[in-house]
């Protein structure tokens, strides 16, 4: 009997994520996905055709003929949206490595920092979340603008003379996405470094290694997972960032978020605006699928 | 010639802890020296000294006459073999053992022909291309023996390299050890606290307690000899009788057994001792001799007691003997003795110490 019950809950703990998925990924995905293959109309909502379940089987027939590929056509037709993709990503891209270049050192030192202290480095890592992501980011203008706080200061100690023009540019999005994405990449970081055996590079020291060679051929290597997990982490939300480009970048910043807002809100074209965000959807999860299966044909590598 | 490694009353603490009390060692070319001391008695401390894993807090560690004070560990001519055997992960067999030898900026001919020639001393051809997690904790093992012998140091450091291995492969592989030692004539300072891997493979030992030596010698020395209780008591079965002492002359000295007043030993003692001085008397199992009574009183030299226990070790075999006093001795006796005497429990006797058998301890 309790070997029944046992398996029920067994049974649960591996359907229950299925449910939450479901739920909470496949549903919307679905919404999405099907918004996306209609077409916009002047209505309450904004596109056709809606599927009514009360309206039965046969309308539900005739709906889905409805469906076409027309918001995609009209992605591929408009260049826009191919220089908005092209401009997110390099811009994702930029912010990726320049987040990493910023997150290594420090979660070098927070690895390397006495037991007792990390936890508190963690949580210090962690902490700008305590505050709304809108208002850091509204911080950022202070600080950038012409007669902000950096050319102020900069001003002050007479390193120049002309204030430096970085909001509103691509420059401001780009420290906007390192500052507000730093924690995400830390985190993987400081995990991979901190579980790292300090007996190898000591190992690699005793066999001849300098201190810069046990670091690019043992610490470097072995903090892979951690780099690629903290490189997702903050490239797949940035491609897609709308707030920080809308907020600090300018009016010529091109970014895929704030096409599709505009698409939404200004231009009340559902359909456009879903369409794109599934076309980036996949430019953002074939890479990875495809780069997931080469990864799992290897014969088991790592640890 | 002067030796390898002169260790010059060195500290090292942790806080208030002295792991390194004023140590003294010498190790010489091509020796092989096993440290030896309980859990926690600073010999992994020691041993990174050595490698330049810390820096002594005093006193000066010279290998082949240079003070190593500011010597980094990848310039030491010594090499170390970690107890976690610590092989790089996401390299090869072959790279992890290439890799001290990139590192000295051997050619890729040479370094290929070093590997080959590593592998097959430690009997692991054939396992070059797999990594580190395919590899079972005895191949692991050989594969760090490998890797730290392949930039051909003047000093092997091993730390506890056998523990985690099985008993049985344990002792094949005490005796590669030693082979290999012998093939290269490197010298191999190893850290045990395991008395019989220590006796079974060093040529000298330094036995250590609580950070300072407590005494070297080779195994016959600190096994027949031992400077000190400690020694005594760490190293092999003993019998320990409380003893008080009687007189002190020219290194020969005599003490009288607690419980029986009658009975006073004269041995050899290294150390100067003062008469009426509490001592100890130290007698190792196989020469404790037994003998049947015969109904007359023991001889002179000998105590009365009865068998309390028996056990059969498959080559000797152990008797303990409860004497007049209550004190329990542990006799060892080779198999053909054993059967011999036919002793089983409750059989009265007379224990005795055989010829050279006692040691008056010191301290
Ligand atoms: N980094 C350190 N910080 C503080 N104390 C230490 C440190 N390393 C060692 N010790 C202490 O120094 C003493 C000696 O440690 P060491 O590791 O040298 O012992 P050991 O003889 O190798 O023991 P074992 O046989 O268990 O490996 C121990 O009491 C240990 O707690
Ligand atoms: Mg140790």
Redesign the pocket.
Known sequence: MSAGRGSLVERAAIVLPFVWLAVFFAAPFLIVVKISLSQAALAQPPYAPVFELSEGLGALRAGLRELSFSAYAALAEDALYLRAYLSSLWIAGLATALTLCAAYPLAFAMARAPAHWQPHLVMLAIAPFWTSFLIRVYAWIAILRDEGLLNRALAGIGFITEPLHIFATDTAVLIGIVYSYLPFMVLPLYSALARQDPALTEAAADLGAKPLACFWRITFPLSRPGILAGSLLVFIPAAGEFVIPDLLGGSDTLMIGKVLWSEFFDNRDWPAACAAAIVLLALLLIPLALWERTRSAEPVGGR | MPPLVEIQEVT?R??A?A??DNVSLEIAEGEFLA?L????????????LIAGF?AADSGRILIGGRDMADVPPYERPVNMMF?SHALFPHMSVESNIAFGLARAGMSKGDMGRRVAEMLRLVQMEGFGARRPHQLSGGQSQRVALARALARRPRLLLL??PLAALDRKLREETQFELKAVQRELGTAFML???DQGEAMAMAGRIAV?RA?AIAQTGSPREIYESPASRFVAEFVGGINLFEAVVVSFAGGIASARLDGASDFVFTARCSSPLAAGQKTALAVRPESIVITRTGGAPPAPGALRGEVVDTAFLGGIFHARVKLASGFVVLSALSGPAAAELGLTRGDSVDASIGPGGGRILAS
């Open positions: 090292r942790f806080g802890l792991a390194v440290l001391g309980p859990s926690g008695c600073g010999k992994t401390t020691l041993m990174r810390g107890q730390d506890e850290v045990t606290h250590m950070g």
